[in-house]
């Protein structure tokens, strides 16, 4: 990457801006499931970014900027947990019975969210972001014109995956938790390594697509995890049998099949500063 001042990362944040915008957009017309998905997914590439840049470069702006991103995004966590847990419970009604009167507690719930969704949706995009973000774009600029930006980039994501590294250390199969912080982790790896996809053509989608799988077994089992919390909830600590066994089964063996192969994330490694790519190797 050559040294430019921090054009190749200004043109990608650019581009995830539009991004971003398009996919507002559209929830905006319709807040349906997948656009609501696709608008979390361009959000998050959005921060990605704009945490690297204030890696390389902090400034009060990002902050700012990040902390607005953020509580966008969060405010759908409640929504898609909801619709995660409405359509395994309709999933899992016919051998399961007892979750009816869940299911329709969740259909309920997904329709008031929904009804929220629609001002909180429609308070999102301010006019104050975009100026921001051309400001913050400034000066990053002028902060970089004298630093090597791919060496800095190189370090950031060494940092990032460090990270990862410590918490895959800190892995308990009985403490479904450190899996979820794992997954943490590793999801700001992945949505790092996207952004930056533009700027260095050794990142390959052969490499997201490793992350992303073990990504989604880890989101798996934290989804079984907040199933299993509402239950609890929703019937007052007393599930039915029959649900607890199934849901604490489901889990176990999730959490089983990703220890076997949870490794994988280890075969990923940011490459040393003499050759600067990122590469496989095996474990």
Not at 235 to 240: A, C, D, K, L, R
Not at 255 to 260: E, K, V, W
């Amino acid at each position: 990457m050559q040294n430019t001042g921090g054009k190749l990362l200004l043109d990608a944040l650019e581009r995830h801006w539009r991004q971003y915008r398009k996919r507002l957009k559209a929830c905006r017309q319709s807040a349906n499931e997948d656009n609501v998905h696709e608008l979390r997914v361009s959000t998050r590439r959005l921060l990605a970014l704009i945490e690297l840049l204030q890696t390389l470069a902090p400034q009060t702006t990002l902050l700012r900027i990040r902390k607005s991103l953020k509580k966008q995004l969060d405010g759908f966590d409640q929504l898609r947990d909801t619709q995660v847990m409405l359509f395994e419970s309709a999933k899992s009604l016919p051998i399961l019975p007892e979750l009816e009167p869940f299911l329709a507690h969740m259909h309920r719930c997904e329709q008031r969210l929904l009804l929220e969704n629609q001002s909180f949706i429609a308070s999102l995009y301010q006019p104050k972001l975009r100026r921001k973000l051309k400001k913050a774009g400034k000066y990053f600029k002028t902060q970089t014109a004298d630093i090597d930006l791919e060496l800095a980039v190189s370090s950031a994501i060494d940092d990032i995956y460090g990270m990862v590294i410590n918490r895959y250390e800190a892995l308990d199969p009985a403490i479904p938790a450190s899996i979820h912080h794992l997954r943490i982790a590793v999801k700001k790896l992945r949505y790092t390594l996207f952004a930056t996809q533009s700027i260095d053509s050794a990142v390959t989608e052969t490499d997201l697509s490793l992350l992303k799988s073990q990504l989604n077994r880890m989101g798996d089992i934290q989804n079984s995890v907040v199933m299993l919390q509402t239950l609890e909830l929703f019937f007052q600590h007393q599930i039915p049998t029959a649900i607890e066994q199934y849901y604490r089964r489901q889990q176990q063996e999730m959490i089983d099949s990703f220890m076997t192969c949870c490794s994988e994330i280890l075969t990923f490694r940011h490459a040393t500063q003499n050759d600067r790519n990122w590469v496989f190797e095996s474990a």
